[in-house]
């Protein structure tokens, strides 16, 4: 199995902006209006109204979708598991002298691609290389489920 991995690090790398939300949100396709409405929600309730604010799961589907986007660097990694609950648990660390088992995304970067973070969905259009609607709607509820998650864990903060 091909797993690939954008982790936290690399998208904090991209920022994304009102620019972008107004440019996805006059693309006028289902998919950008959703992803504009997704961009608002973060930057206003996850992000605490900064602008720009990065975008993860974003950063991760833009990812699987444009190879160029990030340069793909294999590595043994293994998720700390055992320790107790805290800072270290559940952190993903590179082990080396072991075989690959992942590939890693680690430098995201719009300067890779034919179109900026605001021409994500008109490029798209434009070139009418759009992906299958279920693969697109598929991979906007992954970011929809990521911003929960965020949403979820910043309320448990005390």
Avoid: C
């Avoid at 991995?5 to 396709?29: H, V």
């Avoid at 289902?30 to 975008?55: C, I, K, M, R, T």
């Avoid at 995304?105 to 798209?124: G, I």
């Amino acid at each position: 199995m091909n797993i690939q991995l954008t982790p936290l690090d690399a998208t904090n790398k991209i920022a994304f902006d009102r620019e972008d939300y107004e440019a996805w949100l006059a693309t006028g396709t289902p998919e950008s209006v959703l992803a504009a409405q997704l961009l608002d929600f973060s930057l206003v309730v996850v992000g605490g109204d900064v602008n720009p604010n990065p975008l993860w799961d974003m950063v991760a589907a833009i990812n699987l979708s444009e190879s160029a986007f990030s340069p793909e660097t294999p590595l043994h990694i293994e998720v700390d598991t055992e320790s107790a609950p805290g800072a270290t648990q559940g952190q993903t660390n590179a082990v080396s002298g072991l075989p690959p088992n992942v590939f890693v995304s680690l430098e995201p970067s719009f300067d890779n691609l034919p179109f900026n973070a605001s021409e994500v969905f008109s490029y798209l259009e434009e070139t009418k290389s759009v992906p299958e609607p279920t693969s697109v709607f598929g991979l906007l509820a992954l970011l929809a489920i990521g911003v929960g998650s965020q949403l979820n864990r910043k309320a448990k903060k005390p």
